[in-house]
Nanobody, 115 residues
Framework: QVQLVESGGGLVQPGGSLRLSCAAS????????MGWYRQAPGKQRELVAA???????SYADSVKGRFAISRDNAKNTVYLQMNSLKPEDTAVYYC?????????WGQGTQVTVSS
């Protein structure tokens, strides 16, 4: 059974930073591509960043230059460093194992950017 546990969200002022973590189990993490998604109220869930098993990364245009995805295979954990946060980054953030069926989602972690 795949389990994904996200953490690290919270309330932050515009321009601030947060680091999200996603601990994965039930998969061969080192061979798995991982993605971070977000869903704002009333909007569809969208892919924010992804990292392949060998560390290649990709980002949505809206977060390029501000967010960084990374992984620690020894800890079965993927991270999302979020800098220069904007109110429009407010959402519930989820991680997912890419290219894996069935699809599993964690419970998500709330990120609120507000002054």
């Amino acid at each position: 059974q795949v389990q994904l546990v996200e953490s690290g969200g919270g309330l932050v002022q515009p321009g601030g930073s947060l680091r999200l973590s996603c601990a994965a189990s039930g998969i061969i993490f080192s061979l798995s591509a991982m993605g971070w998604y977000r869903q704002a109220p009333g909007k569809q869930r969208e892919l924010v960043a992804a990292i392949t098993s060998v560390g290649s990364t990709s980002y949505a245009d809206s977060v390029k230059g501000r967010f960084a995805i990374s992984r620690d295979n020894a800890k079965n954990t993927v991270y999302l460093q979020m800098n220069s946060l904007k109110p429009e980054d407010t959402a519930v953030y989820y991680c997912k194992v890419e290219n894996y069926r069935p699809v599993y989602w964690g419970q998500g972690t709330q990120v609120t950017v507000s002054s």
